[in-house]
């Protein structure tokens, strides 16, 4: 089980750019979360996908909009970068019939830094 | 409005201590607390989940505590070793979210 993975690692845009972030879900997950973690800072929740539809989201500008496929991955994207964007950004899974976090894995990150 | 806060932002002590990492919150209406720990590079590996009925969880070195009245928790870690230097976060589950705290950089000298 590959768990959950993030492509890419590192990542470097320059202001006014779009970014997309892609995740794939752990093995039986179907529920996909997206976090931005600044430097030390605890992540702060951006928005939650389940069944191709956004289900919860955060305080985030509309600028940050995802997407999910049918096979349960996912795309984060970002507009107009801005250079507070910069951050590692995580991606969650889970089952969704466990409504709560008690199975939520982690992937290792995209690290954006923007310019 | 919910905050997580972590005390102290960073602790370096020698190999072999034990060792209490703290969170506090500002509403008790939480479903459950739960401690990660955060390697570069490695993203977020779950640690201990306290669910708010509970008192406290133990795995191996670690123990967590819940006192939802206070709207405190503590990290107790026995006997640490160099390959606990990380950092570790404190997230509460209220409103459908995780609610983070900035965490705690630990640093275990040989």
């Known amino acids: 089980d590959a768990g959950v993975t993030q492509s890419p690692t590192h990542l470097i845009k320059t202001r006014g750019q779009q970014v997309t972030l892609r995740c794939s879900p752990k093995?039986?997950?179907?529920?996909v979360s997206w976090y931005q973690q600044a430097l030390g800072q605890g992540p702060q929740f951006i928005f939650q996908y389940y069944e191709e539809e956004e289900r919860q989201r955060g305080n985030f500008p509309d600028r940050f909009s995802g997407h999910q496929f049918p096979n349960y991955s996912s795309e984060l994207n970002v507009n107009a970068l801005l250079l507070g964007d910069s951050a590692l950004y995580l991606c969650?899974?889970?089952?969704?019939?466990?409504?709560?976090?008690?199975?939520?894995?982690f992937g290792s990150g995209t690290q954006l830094s923007v310019l | 409005k919910q905050e997580v806060t972590q005390i102290p932002a960073a602790l370096s002590v020698p190999e072999g201590e034990n060792l209490v990492l703290n969170c506090s919150f500002t509403d008790s209406a939480i479903y459950n607390l739960q401690w990660f720990r955060q390697d570069p590079g490695k993203g977020l590996t779950s640690l201990l989940l306290?669910?708010?009925s509970q008192r406290e969880q133990t795995s191996g070195r670690l123990n967590a505590s819940l006192d939802k009245s206070s709207g405190r928790s503590t990290l107790y870690i026995a006997a640490s070793q160099p390959g606990d230097s990380a950092t570790y976060l404190c997230?509460?589950?209220?409103?459908?979210?995780?609610?983070w705290g900035a965490g705690t950089k630990l640093i275990i000298k040989p």
């Open positions: 969650a899974s889970s089952p969704y019939e466990v409504v709560t976090n008690e199975k939520l894995f």
């Open positions: 093995s039986g997950h179907d529920t």
């Open positions: 997230a509460v589950y209220s409103n459908y979210q995780l609610i």
């Open positions: 306290i669910q708010s």
